[in-house]
Antibody, heavy 121, light 107 residues
């Protein structure tokens, strides 16, 4: 059973870079999209992007200029970098695995517990 | 981007009630539609994928239907553990997008 766990600072200063890591245990990185999703306080879910194990990232256009997702299979982890943060980036950040069924319909089948990140001076 | 619209945004129901939540996509997404349940302070949990396939371990009182642009999540007999917020989400293309959520509260 795969397990995901986010780590990183809970407070980031405005204009700085948010850096989070997701540690993965219990499965390989093959054939999945390794994803980041966030949820502002009291609001809904926003997909940030994913990194496919063969080296292809895919980002939400609304964040594309500021976001980088990378994979380090040797450490069994993947990471999120979000530059030039503002208060609007305050949210709970989730890492998630996106798998697929036999018809190649994708779905987020495993999630980390979430990490609350506040952007404030 | 594909816009996902859920209705209602909230509802009050009693244990044993049949509950239906609707989700509409701004364009056809075939059956690339997933449903999640989220409880306060917890990560979302997938209930249904591919519009109608029940995730392993999810009680059979949950069911999903629909294709194209209109989808439904049904809880056949609401249980105390089901009071939560429910989200639909499309995986037809990127960016992945979610509905605004439906909060199911105790009447």
């Amino acid at each position: 059973q795969v397990q995901l766990q986010e780590s990183g600072p809970g407070l980031v200063r405005p204009s700085e870079t948010l850096s989070l890591t997701c540690n993965v245990s219990g499965d390989s990185f093959s054939n999945y999209h390794w994803s980041w999703i966030r949820q502002p306080p009291g609001k809904g879910l926003e997909w940030i992007g994913y990194f496919y194990y063969n080296g292809s990232p895919n980002y939400n256009p609304s964040l594309q200029s500021r976001v980088t997702i990378s994979l380090d299979t040797s450490k069994s982890q993947f990471s999120l970098r979000l530059t030039s943060v503002t208060a609007a980036d305050t949210a709970v950040y989730y890492c998630a695995r996106e798998g697929f069924d036999r018809l190649l319909r994708y779905y987020f089948d495993s999630w980390g517990q979430g990490l609350r990140v506040t952007v404030s001076s | 981007d594909i816009q996902m619209t859920q209705s209602p945004s909230s509802l009050s129901a009693s244990v044993g009630d049949r509950v239906t939540i609707a989700c509409r996509a701004s364009q056809s997404i075939a059956t690339y539609l997933n449903w999640f349940q989220q409880k306060p302070g917890k990560a979302p949990k997938v209930l249904i994928f591919g519009a109608s396939t029940l995730q392993s371990g999810v009680p059979s009182r949950f069911s999903g239907s629909g294709s194209g642009t209109d989808f439904t999540l049904t809880i056949s007999s609401l249980q105390p553990d089901d009071f939560a917020t429910y989200y639909c989400q499309q995986s037809y293309n990127t960016p992945r997008t979610f509905g605004g959520g439906t909060k199911v509260e105790i009447k």
